[in-house]
Each structure stands twice: as C-alpha cells, then as structure tokens.
C-alpha cells in the first residue's frame, strides 16, 4: 500500500488557471507538508498541518492555498498559474509536528506552466 | 532567519572512493540532524539521523558527525557504489521546523 500518496502526477497547464493537487496518507499521522522543488533541487517548505490546523506558513503568495479536510488528507489548490510556479511539489507527512520525526514523501507532482 | 548551508553542490567520486558532504546551520536552538537521499525521480527518503546529544553516527557504509560547537556536520558515504548517485540533503531542526539544505548531487562514477 502506497503510505504518502498524490495525484496528479504531471500537470501541465497554461498560465492563469487554477488548478490543484491532492494529498493523502494512510499512516495515521498527525502531521503533513507541502514542499516546492524547483529547477536547481532546493526543498522549500511551504506548508505544515498539524490536525488540520496550520502550524507553518512560509513566504508563499497567496494564490497557494492549502486545505486539510482531515488529518489524512492535505491539498494544495493554486489560482491564476505563473511560469515561476513550474516545480515538483512534495507532499510530506510525520507522526507528529515535532522536527526529531521521519518525513514521509509522496512521489511528487510535477507541475509545468506554459 | 534560519538556513542551512551545504557543500559541495556536486560531487563526483569514482566507484569504491569515499564521498563526504557537509552542511552548517545557523540556529542555536537546533538539535535534529538528518539526512535525506532523493534519487533522480524519485521521493526523498530519509537515510540516517543524529541527534545533538551525539556525536557521530554509523550504519554499514554511511556515517554522520556532528560538531555542535561549530554548528557544522557531515555525511560520510564510503566504499561508494553507482546506486549511490542522488541528490543528498540535510536538515536542520529545532522544535517543530526542519529546514533542509540546498542539495548535493552526488554522481558515483563505475
């Protein structure tokens, strides 16, 4: 059974839509992330929830918006799509929001704006 | 704020060689040292682990050192084998964030 599941996989869309992605975990933790990954590999944290409630909110524009519905499940929706936005985007989840817990990646989706 | 250093960006070694990858971190209060391997397409996937109450780590061909003095520690990869080429990051953490650092992409050449 996959642990840290997302889908899309690919998402290719034209510059100004919305779009979003989903995030699920069947490990029962409490705790799940969304990360960016851009051209040059940097892992940048863009998101943390902890029992549904957001607990880390980086520098991120506002046109991301993440949603956890239940604990098991975490979404990234994106309004009006920017090239700059083109990445791998890792969902992520651990036992707990404590930073000594293993993370758990899904295998990511890659994004491309044209 | 935070950040994590890491070097070299690349590393290229020839099958068998040992490969060492060091990062330094700037927050005092960090205490969770981790280091992830993520191979090309693929997830990250943690790999080993210190904590600041150790010193150095080992599990058959990796190794991690910490020297909380310096704020500096490292991965060592020894006997290196082509399945060893990915990208490596560490990570930095303190209470409830883990800052990850920029990646080094190690290619281990047969």
């Known amino acids: 059974d996959t642990a840290v599941s997302q889908t899309p996989k690919y998402l290719v869309t034209q510059m100004g839509n919305d779009k979003s992605i989903k995030c699920e975990q069947n490990?029962?933790?409490?705790?799940m992330y969304w990360y960016k990954q851009d051209s040059k590999k940097f892992l940048k944290i863009m998101f943390s929830?902890?029992?549904?409630?957001?607990?880390i909110n980086e520098t991120v524009p506002n046109r991301f918006s993440p949603k956890s519905p239940d604990k098991a499940h975490l979404n990234l929706h994106i309004n009006s799509l920017e090239l700059g936005d083109s990445a791998v985007y890792f969902c992520a989840s651990s036992r707990d929001s404590s930073s000594y817990n293993e993370q758990f990646f899904g295998p990511g989706t890659r994004l491309t704006v044209l | 704020g935070e950040n994590v250093e890491q070097h070299p960006s690349t590393l290229s070694v020839q099958e068998g060689d040992s490969a060492v990858i060091k990062c330094t971190y700037s927050d005092s209060a960090s205490n969770y040292f981790p280091w992830y391997k993520q191979e090309l397409g693929k997830r990250p996937q943690l790999i080993i682990d210190?904590?600041?109450?150790?010193g150095e780590k080992k599990d058959q061909r990796i190794a991690v050192t910490l020297n909380k003095t310096a704020k500096h520690f490292s991965l060592h990869i020894t006997e290196t084998q082509p399945e060893d080429s990915a990208v490596y990051f560490c990570?930095?953490?303190?209470?409830?964030?883990?800052?990850f650092g920029t990646g080094t992409l190690l290619a281990v050449q047969p």
């Open positions: 210190i904590r600041s109450n150790v």
């Open positions: 490990l029962g933790h409490d705790t």
């Open positions: 990570g930095s953490g303190a209470t409830n964030k883990l800052i």
């Open positions: 929830y902890n029992n549904k409630e957001l607990i």
